[in-house]
């Protein structure tokens, strides 16, 4: 019987910047858009279809002293490639359980820090897609902000602690993944929040997020920023004067694109705006944090995606361009592919369709592309 490893594991060993080396038999069409990634990874791909005769294909490229892991779209493929390598002769190699969809779902807790008047930030980390989303908890109360569709996995999180869930935010109505902030809160008796503005074909029940609204979380607050330009409705938080969560408005590396609701030359000023007017107001030591990063660069020692505002100010390209034609330009012709499904997406986040759990996870698998690059 082969040896396995969860998602869960090798997040953690790329979290840590181990060494790791990775055979991915999944199609190269498939390895192409989306592959696992980190510092010190080294990932190759042979199809599985090339590996049914044996292992003649990458002997070549096998770490004699090295721990071999093995990854496809659903942990089965990779069981059979992985016997294969063991039979030749290779000791240390294992299956990576459920593929590439297990990958996507794994959410990693990492502490960014303590709020001033007691109480933690904490962002998780859905590594295999990219998408970040945070707990606030203070004082006996906690709020989740932009939420992941696995809800099991804050849950797991805050079982045994002291704290209760009183609060759901999005920072806009997304696209490339399903919100669980409307169902958690339903699930525990919380308050949901999403901007009005992007709002407007919701199903649901919601309390309207407003500019300058204040949300009680404990003894924290956190304040809302209208800040649109990804969405008509993005809205940013800053909590305790030192952390700034931007949504898909700006990232480390990039910022935010205003194609996904198909208004990319309506939206382009707003985008504009918020990046060189209301963020420049304020402070530059505000902590960024935002809903997405795009690569394995933007990531800490620590894991944790993150950078100071004034920093990204003077080395995030996206806010280096004078020129407002040559911004409109950059920001409406350098645009990655759409996400995956992304029109299914926010149609289930306005609640008007409800897809089982497979076709939920089919509709998110591949990277995120909220950026412009």
Request: include cysteine.
């Amino acid at each position: 019987m082969v040896k396995t490893i969860t998602a869960k594991e090798i997040a953690q060993k790329v979290i840590n910047h181990e060494d790791l080396f990775i055979i991915d038999a999944r199609n190269t069409d498939d390895f192409d858009d989306w592959k696992i990634e980190g510092r010190n990874v080294k990932v190759h791909n042979t199809p599985y279809f090339d590996l049914l005769e044996g292992i003649d294909p990458i002997k070549d490229v096998l770490p004699k002293n090295q721990e071999i892991y093995v990854v496809c779209a659903k942990g089965g493929s990779s069981e059979f490639v992985a016997e294969q390598i063991e039979e030749a002769g290779y000791s240390n190699v294992y299956s990576i359980e459920g593929g590439m969809k297990a990958w996507s779902e794994h959410l990693e807790p990492i502490k960014i820090g303590d709020l001033k008047n007691g109480g933690s930030l904490y962002q998780f980390v859905r590594i295999g897609k990219g998408c970040l989303s945070y707990l606030v908890e203070s004082n006996g109360e906690a709020a989740i902000i932009d939420t992941n569709r696995m809800i099991e996995q804050y849950e797991d999180f805050m079982s045994g602690k002291d704290f209760k869930l009183v609060a759901l935010l999005d920072t806009h109505l997304h696209a490339d993944h399903i919100s669980g902030g409307k169902k958690l809160a339903d699930k525990v008796g919380a308050k949901y929040y999403l901007p009005p503005k992007d709002a407007e074909e919701v199903t649901f029940q919601y309390e309207p997020l407003q500019d300058g609204d204040e949300i009680k979380v404990g003894n924290t607050v956190i304040q809302a920023l209208y800040s649109p330009g990804h969405t008509i409705g993005s809205t940013s938080f800053i909590i305790d004067d030192q952390y700034l969560l931007t949504g898909d408005i700006l990232f480390i590396d990039s910022i935010g694109r205003p194609d996904l609701a198909g208004l990319a030359q309506d939206w382009v000023g707003d985008l504009r705006n918020t990046l060189y007017k209301r963020y420049k107001e304020l402070a530059d030591e505000l902590l960024v944090l935002p809903a997405h990063y795009m690569g394995i660069n933007e990531m800490n020692d620590d894991g944790s995606i993150s950078e100071k505002l004034g920093v990204l100010y003077s080395e995030n390209h996206g806010l280096q361009i004078d020129s407002e034609d040559t911004f409109r330009k950059t920001v409406t012709e350098n645009l990655p592919p759409q996400p995956n499904s992304y029109q299914e997406i926010r149609q289930m986040n306005m609640g008007k369709i409800n897809p089982d759990i497979e076709e939920q996870r089919e509709m998110e698998i591949g990277p995120n592309r909220c950026a412009v690059r």
